[in-house]
């Protein structure tokens, strides 16, 4: 144990959402926590966002940045609860004034998922047939997927996941594309036909790992939940983060990336599409792994440079009109 936790800490509250997936994410957090700090108790708090309580708008439009987030945030403000447990695609990359990101944990895999509907068990993404039907929710998925498949007809696709699963299973779409990271922590990686290759889809910024947010002065439950920290995660996430935060972009954007590491070095790739999938901008850039989030800017700085601000105030103009 951190010797900065003081044994005089006895209840921590953890902040999350009430979706399946957001809990079981949050009691695994919960349950490292307790292994690491048995004389602590950890409970947990459940919290509706913004995001779960509109299910019939599309999340681009709905033009907020902080969807999953915020009521989260509010309760860390309002000293309510002392941490939030997030999915870390969902966190925006400038938190409000007294928060921080605390931790990040180990990343799981972060790429897009091919789910097909039963009729469709012996296809690939590629071998759908023109016309099929597909769900995503996702700006970033949409985009690239119609600069490589224009004869597919893209549908918006909202509801947790067992609510989009069971849509998909009744017809209404031929495939669904979602992260291959959620199937696999609600125990659905059965479901997963396809884990799509980055040179199709280039995921979200933080996608399979957790971030875990609480106030940025507070020196011991800092110290405590650093316990969970994976460097290489966090190193390739602070990197892409920085990315998307310098192009000025919420988490509804057509922005993908890309990071590995090698030795010392880490190599960030990012895209910036239009929604039509016909404009693009992509590049790679790397560096010292010690200097993650510069790595990041100097990606957005070259993008920027390469118009990808052009197609990024196109993209919000159309969204504002609806």
């Given at each position: 144990m951190t010797s900065v936790v003081s044994s005089s800490i006895t209840t921590i509250r953890i902040g999350s959402r009430k979706s399946q997936l957001a809990?079981?994410?949050?009691?695994?957090?919960?349950?490292?926590?307790?292994?690491?700090?048995?004389?602590?108790?950890?409970?947990?708090?459940?919290?509706?966002t913004k995001g779960d309580k509109i299910l019939d708008v599309?999340?681009?439009?709905?033009?907020?940045?902080?969807?999953?987030?915020?009521?989260?945030?509010?309760?860390?403000?309002?000293?309510?609860i002392d941490f939030a447990v997030h999915s870390l695609?969902?966190?925006?990359?400038r938190l409000p004034s007294g928060l921080g990101l605390a931790a990040i944990t180990e990343r799981e895999n972060p790429a897009d998922a091919l789910v097909v509907h039963s009729k469709h068990k012996d296809k690939q993404l590629d071998t759908l047939p023109e016309g099929a039907v597909i769900g995503t929710s996702s700006l970033r998925r949409l985009a690239q997927l119609r600069h490589h498949f224009p004869h597919f007809e893209f549908k918006d696709v909202r509801g947790n996941l067992n609510t989009r699963l069971a849509k998909l299973d009744a017809g209404e779409y031929d495939a669904l594309i979602l992260a291959a990271a959620g199937l696999g922590r609600l125990g659905m990686a059965d479901r997963i036909h396809q884990v799509i290759p980055s040179d199709i889809s280039l995921h979200a910024v933080g996608q399979g790992a957790l971030g875990i947010e609480c106030l940025a002065d507070n020196k011991q439950l800092i110290s405590l939940l650093k316990e969970l920290e994976h460097p290489q995660t966090r190193d390739r996430c602070l990197a892409e983060r920085a990315f998307l935060r310098d192009l000025e972009g919420g988490c509804?954007?057509?922005?993908?990336?890309?990071?590995?590491?090698?030795?010392?070095?880490l190599t960030l790739t990012g895209i910036v599409a239009s929604i039509d999938g016909t404009k693009r901008v992509q590049d790679t850039v790397s560096g010292s792994i010690y200097e993650p989030e510069q790595i990041g800017s100097e990606l957005a700085q070259r993008l920027r440079q390469q118009g990808a601000q052009d197609i990024l105030d196109e993209i919000f103009a159309t969204v504002q009109r609806g």
């Open positions: 809990l079981i994410q949050t009691y695994w957090v919960q349950e490292q926590l307790s292994l690491r700090f048995p004389h602590i108790k950890f409970e947990v708090h459940t919290m509706s599309a999340l681009a439009k709905i033009g907020d940045k902080a969807l999953f987030t915020k009521e989260l945030e509010t309760g860390m403000i309002n000293r309510e695609k969902d966190l925006p990359t509804q954007v057509p922005i993908g990336v890309n990071t590995e590491i090698n030795g010392d070095k």
